[in-house]
Each structure stands twice: as structure tokens, then as C-alpha cells.
């Protein structure tokens, strides 16, 4: 599968960004999808996922409340909706599939193979 990521900008402390994740060679549906970001000098660090596996969807601490996940199978994408950002959520935003990852693996980016190539979020104070 081949993801592409967009949505990225630049957007004032409270204010929104949808981000997409658009799938192709294979459904979206088939897999296990998640989303990273990176901040300068920082580690990558999860934000949130959805499991197809165990059709539950789960988020980091620093984001619950604010960020949702969401998926439109027909469109092959994924979407993150960030709303109330903060000038910590500036990063580098990044969508992640794999096939059944396992229950306690999903925060651990090494456990997907797939990649987009990561959009830009910046949030000013």
C-alpha cells in the first residue's frame, strides 16, 4: 500500500487542521492505520490509531479530547481533525498502516511498514 499525506499548515494556537491520508494498491480498510509526528530534535512520537483489527481507536494522552480519527473506506482515506492545536503540536505529521498489528504494539511506530511521507503542522503561539 502507497499513503499519501496532506492537510498540513500553518494555523494559530487553538485553531483546526484536518490532515488526510489517502491509501492506494490496496484498501485502506485492510489495515491497521495510524499517525506519528515528529518535532525538531524530538523522537517520533504516536498520536493516535485506528484498528481495524479490534475496530477500536486510540490516542495519545497529550492529544485525547482533541484529535479524532476518522475513516472513509470508500474514499481510501484516513483523516486526523486536530482541533484546539497548541504551539507543542508542531511537527511533522505522519501516516502508518500495517496488516494485525498486534493489541499491545500499536503505539510503536516500528511496528508499520507503510509510510506517507509526513505533512508539516505549525502551530503559532
Known amino acids: 500500500v502507497q499513503l499519501q499525506a496532506s492537510g498540513g499548515g500553518l494555523v494559530q494556537t487553538g485553531g483546526s487542521l484536518r490532515l488526510s491520508c489517502a491509501a492506494s494498491g490496496r484498501p485502506s480498510s485492510s489495515y491497521d492505520m495510524a499517525w506519528f509526528r515528529q518535532a525538531p530534535g524530538k523522537e517520533r512520537e504516536f498520536v493516535g490509531a485506528s484498528m481495524r483489527s479490534v475496530d477500536d481507536t486510540y490516542y495519545a494522552e497529550s492529544v485525547k479530547g482533541r484529535f479524532t480519527i476518522s475513516r472513509d473506506d470508500a474514499k481510501n482515506t484516513v483523516y486526523l481533525q486536530m482541533n484546539s492545536l497548541k504551539p507543542e503540536d508542531t511537527a511533522v505529521y505522519y501516516c502508518?498502516?500495517?496488516?494485525?498489528?498486534?493489541?499491545?504494539?500499536?503505539?510503536?511506530?516500528?511496528?508499520?511498514?507503510?509510510w506517507g511521507q509526513g505533512t508539516l503542522v505549525t502551530v503559532s503561539s
Open positions: 502508518a498502516a500495517d496488516s494485525d498489528i498486534r493489541p499491545w504494539d500499536y503505539m510503536r511506530w516500528r511496528s508499520y511498514n507503510y
